[in-house]
């Protein structure tokens, strides 16, 4: 995602390949946000109330 940027930002033509790559990494990070907020979201259920 960093190489894809600088090469935007550049106003360079960047590849297929690295727009596929770039977009499986934000894939992966949404991903990581959901189970992230699921995690906490659970935690916060089952942690006991003082």
Request: net charge positive; no cysteine.
């Amino acid at each position: 995602m960093f190489a894809i940027g600088v090469i935007q930002a550049n106003g360079g033509e960047e590849s297929k390949a690295l727009v596929g790559i770039s977009g499986l990494g934000h894939i992966l990070i949404t991903a990581g946000i959901i189970i992230y907020t699921a995690t906490i979201n659970k935690a916060l259920k089952t942690s006991p109330v003082k």
